[in-house]
C-alpha cells in the first residue's frame, strides 16, 4: 500500500542541517518520496511510499527532541505522488512576511465538528487561507478568497479588513493547517478572534464521510496527484486545467517537472 503522510512541528530545531540530513539518509534508505523543508523554527514534510517505511521513519522522527508524539495526516494513494524526496534547510518552514511571528497560537485550534458548527454561525467569517488558484479548484461553502497571489501578502489583506471583522469569529483554513498557524498568532495580536481548523481541509475530508456536504469542488494537493476529491481520492483534474492564468506560468512549469502522468 502507498501512504502518503504530512505533518509538521512548530519547535526548537537547534542543528537544522543535521536533521536535514538524517532525513536524507533515512528517507533514501526506506525508498520515501517527497518534500521536506527544516528550519531554526521546526519541520514541516510531506512524504510518501511503502506503509511501512512511512511509519517507520515517522516512528524514528518522534524520537528527536521536539518531536515526540509528531503524527501524520495519511492518505492511500493509487500510485507514488513524488519520484524522489527533497529536503531543504529554510529560514522558516513557513515564510508569512511579518518578523517574529511564531505558530504558537494553539488556543485557536477548532476540530473538523466544531468546523461544521462555524460554517453555520451568521457571525462566522469563513477565510480560505490560500492561494487563489486552490480557492477556484475547491473550498468551504461561504468562504471568502483573499485575492493573494503569494502567502505574504495575506498581512495586507487582513489588515484592510480588520475593523469589519470586529465582533466576529474569524475562521480560517488552509491545505494541512500549517499556514493558519502563523497566521492566527498574528491575527489574535490584532485584536481579532480567531478560530483554524486543526489539521486543515486533509483533516476535515477524513474525519467525514460526508464532507462534500461542506466541501465544494477539489482540493489542490502539491505532488502528482494535483488534487483530490472530497473523499481524499485522486481526480483526473490536470496541472494545466489548474493553472490557467498567465500569472500562474511558473506554477505550472514547477507542476509538470512533477510529472504526473508518469508512473514511478
Not at 135 to 164: M, Q, S
Not at 186 to 212: R, T, Y
Not at 239 to 257: H, S
Request: proline residues 5%.
Amino acid at each position: 500500500m502507498i501512504l502518503h503522510s504530512s505533518f509538521y512541528r512548530f519547535t526548537p530545531v537547534a542543528d537544522p542541517a543535521g536533521l536535514a540530513e538524517w532525513l536524507r539518509e533515512r528517507g533514501a534508505a526506506l525508498d520515501l518520496g517527497g518534500v521536506v523543508l527544516v528550519a531554526g523554527e521546526g519541520l514541516s514534510a510531506a512524504i510518501a511510499g511503502d506503509a511501512t517505511a512511512v511509519h517507520t521513519l515517522e516512528a524514528e522522527l518522534q524520537n528527536h527532541a521536539g518531536f515526540a508524539g509528531l503524527r501524520g495526516k495519511h492518505n492511500v494513494c493509487e500510485r507514488r505522488p513524488f519520484s524522489r524526496l527533497k529536503v531543504s534547510v529554510k529560514p522558516e518552514i513557513v515564510a508569512f512576511g511579518v518578523p517574529g511571528v511564531s505558530g504558537d497560537a494553539t488556543d485557536t485550534h477548532v476540530s473538523p465538528a466544531r468546523w461544521r458548527e462555524l460554517l453555520d454561525d451568521p457571525d462566522t467569517v469563513v477565510l480560505d487561507n490560500r492561494n487563489s488558484f486552490e480557492f477556484r479548484l475547491g473550498r468551504f461553502r461561504g468562504a471568502i478568497d483573499p485575492g493573494v497571489a503569494h502567502f505574504r501578502d495575506f498581512p495586507a489583506y487582513v489588515e484592510a479588513h480588520r475593523d469589519a471583522w470586529q465582533g466576529k469569529t474569524v475562521a480560517m483554513y488552509c491545505t494541512g493547517g500549517i499556514r493558519c498557524e502563523k497566521t492566527a498568532a498574528w491575527m489574535q495580536a490584532q485584536g481579532l478572534k480567531v478560530a483554524q481548523l486543526d489539521g486543515g481541509i486533509l483533516n476535515f475530508l477524513a474525519a467525514f464521510p460526508d464532507a462534500a456536504r461542506d466541501w465544494e469542488g477539489e482540493c489542490y494537493v502539491f505532488d502528482k496527484r494535483i488534487a483530490i476529491d472530497a473523499q481524499a481520492r485522486e481526480t483526473a483534474t490536470t496541472a494545466e486545467q489548474v493553472f490557467t492564468a498567465p500569472e500562474d506560468a511558473w506554477r505550472l512549469a514547477r507542476a509538470r517537472r512533477l510529472d504526473p502522468g508518469a508512473e514511478d
